[in-house]
């Protein structure tokens, strides 16, 4: 029965989120040429993701965003364990959000123009040492428009559902644009729906807010002692949360 059901669910998730996706592009397409900062950009994303985690049976809970504060920009730090991280952040973080997104996203017609109109960041992991200087302009070009970044600095989604060590990129981001660090920890999302199988599971997802830390003041030196700083919260969390930690 319970295969039945997972079965159901898994064909239900990609058939509808698939039709959302091509449904809500156009419209965020048309809303970001009108004016590409309008909060209905933002409503739209928000939609398409709430449409993604009813489909997969995730039950969402959200806890410390009293943290944030509205008209602040982030760096917004978070483990990686599923897909379903991406729609649970933008419902999380009740800000104008960004992420990173690998070139290979962007090889895909409509969802690409899409990503673009909104300001998602292109990363080519191929592009080694120019990658830096072509994120690093994206990220200004969001910041200048009041837009909040998530990193997840473990580079990808592991395959175990284990945490794995942070690199360092996200925290030289967050010195050099003076922007305070948001923590967030993430449980239960690899459980769901886990990398590399297209399979849904559903159940519950759990996501805790920490206190931002700023770097007002940091330079790169400090850059080693922040990630470190950022992945004791987030792997304490994660450890208390249930999930395991490199």
Same mark, same amino acid.
């Given at each position: 029965?319970?295969?039945?059901?997972?079965?159901?669910?898994?064909?239900?998730?990609?058939?509808?989120?698939?039709?959302?996706?091509?449904?809500?592009?156009?419209?965020?397409?048309?809303?970001?040429?009108?004016?590409?900062?309008?909060?209905?950009?933002?409503?739209?994303?928000?939609?398409?993701?709430?449409?993604?985690?009813?489909?997969?049976?995730?039950?969402?809970?959200?806890?410390?965003?009293?943290?944030?504060?509205?008209?602040?920009?982030?760096?917004?730090?978070?483990?990686?364990?599923?897909?379903?991280?991406?729609?649970?952040?933008?419902?999380?973080?009740?800000?104008?959000?960004?992420?990173?997104?690998?070139?290979?996203?962007?090889?895909?017609?409509?969802?690409?123009?899409?990503?673009?109109?909104?300001?998602?960041?292109?990363?080519?992991?191929?592009?080694?040492?120019?990658?830096? $200087?072509?994120?690093?302009?994206? %990220?200004?070009?969001?910041?200048?428009?009041? =837009?909040?970044? @998530?990193?997840? !600095?473990?580079? &990808?989604?592991?395959?175990?559902?284990?945490?794995?060590?942070?690199?360092?990129?996200?925290?030289?981001?967050?010195?050099?644009?003076?922007?305070?660090?948001?923590?967030?920890?993430?449980?239960?999302?690899?459980? $769901?729906?886990?990398?590399?199988? %297209?399979?849904?599971?559903?159940?519950?997802? =759990?996501?805790? @807010?920490?206190? !931002?830390?700023? &770097?007002?003041?940091?330079?790169?030196?400090?850059?080693?002692?922040?990630?470190?700083?950022?992945?004791?919260?987030?792997?304490?969390?994660?450890?208390?949360?249930?999930?395991?930690?490199?």
């Amino acid at each position: 029965m319970r295969w039945v059901i997972v079965g159901f669910r898994t064909a239900a998730t990609w058939i509808v989120g698939v039709l959302m996706t091509i449904i809500c592009t156009p419209l965020v397409l048309i809303a970001a040429f009108i004016k590409d900062t309008s909060p209905v950009v933002d409503k739209i994303i928000r939609f398409w993701s709430r449409t993604w985690i009813v489909m997969a049976g995730a039950k969402l809970t959200i806890e410390g965003q009293s943290h944030i504060e509205a008209n602040t920009s982030y760096v917004v730090v978070a483990n990686h364990l599923s897909t379903l991280d991406i729609m649970s952040a933008f419902l999380a973080i009740r800000l104008p959000i960004r992420f990173l997104a690998k070139t290979e996203l962007f090889k895909i017609p409509l969802f690409a123009q899409g990503m673009r109109a909104v300001g998602i960041v292109e990363v080519d992991r191929e592009a080694r040492g120019a990658v830096h $200087a072509t994120v690093n302009r994206q %990220a200004k070009e969001l910041i200048a428009k009041k =837009r909040s970044l @998530i990193i997840y !600095p473990e580079g &990808t989604r592991p395959r175990n559902g284990v945490m794995k060590r942070f690199k360092k990129g996200a925290f030289t981001m967050a010195i050099a644009s003076q922007l305070p660090v948001l923590p967030m920890s993430i449980h239960g999302s690899y459980e $769901a729906f886990p990398p590399g199988k %297209a399979w849904v599971y559903g159940g519950p997802i =759990r996501i805790v @807010i920490d206190p !931002p830390i700023e &770097t007002a003041g940091l330079d790169y030196s400090n850059t080693g002692d922040l990630r470190d700083q950022v992945y004791e919260i987030i792997s304490s969390r994660v450890t208390a949360m249930g999930g395991e930690v490199a």
